[in-house]
């Protein structure tokens, strides 16, 4: 009977942090939606995005700090300097993702940024030795196809449209960067942590990338600042919070994969709020995906 116990704790906390994950997903399918009704330009919202989350982050950290066991706080240059790291790989993924959506369709924009489960994979490989099976890679490739079909009639191969397309590859590198930073400081920082000085390094590369591009910063109505705080509070400061939290206790290369139900929540969403459509492609590809995340989940297990 004393063997269940830890087998039990750990199968509650796997199923937590599946939900963590996927809830977390679906909240940051939920940023398009505000990225349509802000009032400023796409930089300036990225900004945004992190920057007005910082004071929610800052009591999370200090919640922590006056809790019973009281979280790990970085205590060397290099601790912060790996922390801020990831905000600054995160700021690529906006900067690029947004660079990608100005110079190709969204269709295309979506589909090569959801490559990042395949840099995740390859890049856990060769830089930290994650192995993995056939019935994970048939998982993943399962999803990237569902992720084409999601995307539909509206992927174009138009000349014009190939610096777009680079731009959403870099956005995947950038992606999957953070996915594999954050999965190496969770084994030593909370998630709280994590969150709070990777949004600092995220708010200090986007506000010169703002300046640059001629974006004004401050929103110009009270719908405005409330589309904006919105963005922090429940895509990036709740959905990147329990993403963060998720990967303390899942694969990165599992947790890259099932991040991909992300846009199947922003199909869903604009369904509802946006009154969009969903073609029978999408409500494929949205099968195909979560079809795929089953079987990267069954062979991430199996290592």
């Known amino acids: 009977m004393q063997d269940r116990h830890p087998s039990a704790a750990a199968t509650g906390t796997d199923r937590r942090a599946l939900i963590a994950l996927f809830l977390g997903a679906a909240l940051i399918g939920a940023s398009p939606i505000f990225v349509r009704f802000s009032e400023l330009g796409p930089m300036a919202t990225a900004f945004h995005r992190p920057f007005l989350a910082l004071p929610a982050l800052a009591l ?6 006056r809790g019973a066991t009281p979280a790990r706080r970085p205590a060397t240059r290099r601790d912060y300097l790996l922390l801020l790291l ?18 190709t369709s ?3 924009a979506t589909l090569f940024a959801n490559f990042a489960p395949i840099f995740v994979t390859v890049g856990g490989w060769l830089l930290f030795g994650h192995r993995v099976t056939r019935l ?14 999601l995307a539909g009639g509206s992927l174009t191969d138009a000349p014009e449209h190939l610096a777009g397309d680079a731009f ?11 996915i594999l930073a954050v999965s190496r400081l969770r084994a030593g920082f909370s998630a709280a942590t994590i969150m709070g000085w990777s949004s600092l390094g995220t708010a200090l590369v986007m506000l010169p990338v703002t300046l640059l591009a001629g974006e004004s910063l401050i929103a110009p109505s009270l ?9 922090a509070l429940l895509s990036h400061a709740a959905g990147q919070g329990l993403i963060a939290y998720a990967l303390a206790h899942l694969p990165a290369g599992f947790s890259s994969v099932g991040l991909l139900f992300e846009p199947v929540a922003a199909a869903l969403l604009a369904w509802v709020l946006l009154a969009e459509a969903v073609t029978p492609w999408q409500a494929a590809g949205g099968a195909v995906i979560l079809w795929g995340i089953l079987l990267a989940r069954s062979g991430s297990r199996r290592v």
């Open 106 to 108: 969204v269709a295309n």
């Open 136 to 149: 994970y890679t048939a998982g993943l490739a399962l999803s990237i196809g569902g992720a084409a079909l």
């Open 223 to 231: 719908h405005g600042w409330a589309v904006l705080i919105g963005l």
């Open 60 to 65: 999370w950290m200090a919640s922590e700090r």
């Open 86 to 103: 990831a905000g600054a790989f995160f700021a690529g993924d906006l900067s690029f993702w947004h660079l990608s959506i100005l110079h």
């Open 168 to 178: 959403g590859m870099v956005t995947a590198v950038f992606l999957a960067c953070y």
